[in-house]
């Protein structure tokens, strides 16, 4: 009797244990796939991602142009110093089954020195677009608060630090013709994400990110991650240890 006792209350503990066990199992209302997607299509050219508005931001600086003096002692004199500038971009594309389209309204502060050297722009964008493809769709809102640096003359690059937050309605289809949808928000920081000056390339730099929401079941899910840019219009996304390579401008 007492060998049975004691054989009950040891498979009452691994019961309880296995109980533990499963309780602490996380279920995600989205698949670590479907996270990965949501986030290549942020970031991506192929979906007029955060890497596009970086070149179109880029394309439109007002670079230093005046000078004071001449031969070696000139020096660069800006003209927008303490100037805010205010615009809007309108960009689309399409290749393959994917298109996309955006707009976005952004201020450019420009910043200088005592010498009236350009130093720095704070740049503030708000933005709005949508994608489609054969296996994922989406409608966006997004905002952007960045600072521009290495605007120096001569130099062929500039560089991003600074935050994005988007929110989206994203639909999914597999390939069996099941769709299923969620709700998502994504906030991304770059960190010293260098681009190219003339075609505005992505070239260095890294992002860290969380993704959140809920499916249409209202199951929450909850993701984060990093992203390295290689240049070439190669990145790396990274989620849990698994990484996945996405193109960008």
Known sequence: MKKAAIFSIAAVLVLAY????????????????????IVEAGVSDEYGGVSMELRDLTANIVFPTNKNGSGDLATDVFHLCDTTVTDTIQNSGSGGQ????????YSNTYTCDSASHLESI???????????????????????????????????TVTYDGTLHRQGSHSFTDKNGNTTSANATLDVTLNQVVVTRFLGMTQSGTADFTLSGTNAQGTAFNYSGSIQF????????TINGNTYNIRVW
């Open 122 to 156: 704070h740049t503030v964008t708000h933005k709005s677009g949508d994608y489609q493809g054969p296996h994922r769709s989406c409608d966006y809102n997004a905002n952007a608060d960045l600072t521009i640096t290495g605007l120096a003359p001569g130099n062929h």
């Open 18 to 37: 296995s109980c533990r066990k499963e309780d602490k199992q996380v279920v995600q209302g989205i698949t670590q796939q479907e996270a990965a997607d």
């Open 98 to 105: 994917i298109s996309w389209s955006f707009y976005f309204d």
């Open 230 to 237: 290689l240049g070439n219009h190669k990145a790396i996304l």
